[in-house]
């Protein structure tokens, strides 16, 4: 680890380990995020349907902003004058937002990306607009992000190893950019660093070893779950773990499904966010216990029981798979809302259950056990 | 009042008045409801985004179903399997059910009006389907409905008094087939007939001496809120109450906004139901003490100030102008969801000011205190 690492404060503390998997404490300016985290993701100042208080309850000590979406509408500006994201929003509690990077690969038009930064035309109203590693910082603060993450470049997967490491190398000389702007950050808050290199193992080392001689309060590994089988992505985590500050806090970007949760959590994540519960609850998706169960399925019409009648959320041991099929049928945007809900809940009982295995020295035991009633799979259909 | 009005047994209870406003209990197998009442509109089994306790936390006592929509999805037949529309959505209290005949004639296409029955074409899937007296009672019945109403035709204003007439009569025909049809339904449950005649006060009269000979547990005024004038509206009124049965709820269907719930209260009005809060709300219009707020106007982006400070509904206390209005222009969900809450929950307050304001005999002052709030209308912007 290098000295100017040292130099950044560390709020991240680990409470206990189990093999490879760690459990702790990141404590932001906004609240303590129990550690391994999962973060629902509120693209643009809110979790879709679902109530601030409800997202709480079900278990999440942090959520994820999107930075694209909020420098285009309200506005980074706006928001810092109505008292930061926290405030805005009414949640209240930690938040981490993204650059805007990835969205700007994935979302807007005519793009151009330079040393400089990159440039893309607004998705909603065409505006031109610059985002530098400077600004991305700049964004950030202003939304008062308990967490920052640098600008950084994403390539799509599979890629050339050339443009894998050119895309590389330009976000580690962004990174660079962001630690300097980041420096006027009051004392609490945090810069993450982004570890790229495609599936190249060697990249990886690389572009880890080089975030860590510029120093971060925590390091994530980007540019992964975009297409690339399990495999390799696990394959990716376990290069670019041991190279990263063991005293510091792992973010996975963008990942994933429970089983990509316990698999990555098992090789020592400690951070997750993604759409998943939410985008695929608005599709009629359930996660519980007993693995994925599709409501959109006919076998539920006449269905009165709950999902999971062992689930401790109500909503899932409450109401019958009849009624949520027949919400999702008929399009109610109660269906959506109700299996969101019932998905952040259960990836946060998985992140609960990990943390206490992991506390107790019994994660293996956890592990065979979760991926047990999955493969167990849903209850069967009523006997007619 | 006719003896055989009397054959049925009341389960309203007049607490008090004050001139002809009043205020009662009306005790429903699931449930007292607090009149006067207005009742949020669950179209297909749902209350849009909202949880069902939220709506009760807003304050109401009874909500209702749209028969035309639960008929066709989920089916009556699959909810009766269920344990009736109460268990089913996990609402739990008293619900009140349209006979369906209204929105056959806004919503299905091909639709044609006999003696028998209105025969008509899904709007789901095209199917044809037959609703007679006798069916639109077997499937309120099979919902479980707490209060079901006779089938009726319902023309839209301005109509020839011949038409208004030539439906009026054959309405009373299908309430005369509706009371017989629901002879077998167990103790508790409730029928109202519905006062028709669009507007002619002589038609009007005609029609609810007719119901109140052949007797009903409560009597609807229906065909009104179609399009005509409030003074219209609220002559209709004046000629129909003093004809009803003074013992028995009386309910004025798909009205209204705020004023018109005041006026009509004051005019005898006992139950209400109207789809304008959550289909305001949708569209970003709120309602609160100082009349209807448009979030989507420009005024207030930057504004941190809440709806209404005084309200004692905490997202109408809490939540930023600001906020709402980026989540409306975002189209986020949550922006339909808090607003379509913030207005069931003004709603309910009106008529919990109306209920308390009888029983102590001020309602005149409390009629005058919110119009005078109304008109003196939002907070003004804040200077920049």
Redesign the interface.
């Known amino acids: 680890m290098s000295s100017s690492a040292s130099d950044l404060p560390n709020h991240f503390e680990l409470l206990g380990n189990d093999g490879a998997a760690r459990t702790g404490r990141l404590t932001t300016p906004h609240g303590v995020v129990r550690t391994p985290a999962f973060m629902p993701v509120g693209t643009?100042?809110?979790?879709?349907?679902?109530?601030w208080r409800d997202v709480r309850e079900a278990g999440a000590d942090i959520v994820l902003g999107n930075t694209y979406?909020l420098m285009l509408?309200?506005t980074a500006e706006?928001i810092a004058?109505?008292?930061g994201l926290q405030r805005?929003?009414?949640w209240g509690g930690p938040m981490l937002t993204d650059s805007g990077g990835f969205q700007v690969m994935s979302l807007s038009g005519l793009r151009k990306v330079t040393e400089q930064a990159v440039t893309f035309r607004s998705h909603i109203d065409g505006a031109k607009i610059e985002l530098s590693p400077e600004r991305a910082i700049e964004v950030q603060r202003l939304l008062n992000s308990d967490i920052a993450m640098q600008l950084d470049e994403c390539v799509r997967l599979p890629a050339e190893p050339d443009d894998i490491e050119r895309a590389m190398r330009l976000s580690l000389r962004w990174a660079e950019r962001c630690r300097r702007a980041f420096e006027s950050a009051p004392a609490g808050y945090m810069l993450f660093g982004i570890v790229q290199g495609g599936d190249v193992p060697a990249l990886r080392v690389a572009s880890a070893e080089a975030l860590a001689e510029i120093g971060f309060h925590g390091y994530a590994i980007g540019g992964l779950a975009v297409g690339e089988p399990q495999a390799v992505m696990l394959e990716m985590i376990e290069a670019t773990v041991p190279v990263l500050p063991g005293d510091r806090p792992r973010y996975l970007m963008g990942v994933g499904t429970p089983d990509d949760l316990l698999e990555s959590v098992k090789r020592g994540i400690d951070m997750f966010d993604c759409v998943l519960p939410t985008r695929n609850g608005r599709h009629g998706v359930a996660y519980t216990r007993l693995g994925p169960v599709n409501l959109r399925n006919a076998r539920h019409?006449?269905d009165?029981r709950p999902l999971d009648e062992e689930s401790p959320w109500p909503p899932t041991r409450?109401?019958?798979r009849?009624?949520l099929?027949?919400?999702i049928?008929?399009g109610?945007?109660?269906?959506?809302?109700l299996l969101s809900e019932i998905n952040i809940a259960y990836f946060q009982q998985l992140m609960a259950g990990m943390r206490e295995a992991i506390a107790q020295g019994r994660f293996t035991e956890f592990y065979e056990r979760t991926k047990a009633d999955w493969a167990r799979g849903d209850i069967p259909a009523r006997a007619g």
């Open positions: 643009a100042g809110a979790m879709k349907g679902i109530h979406h509408r309200p706006r004058a109505l008292g805005f929003t009414g019409a006449d009165p409450s109401y019958s009849a009624y099929h027949h919400l049928k008929a109610e945007a109660l269906g959506a809302t």
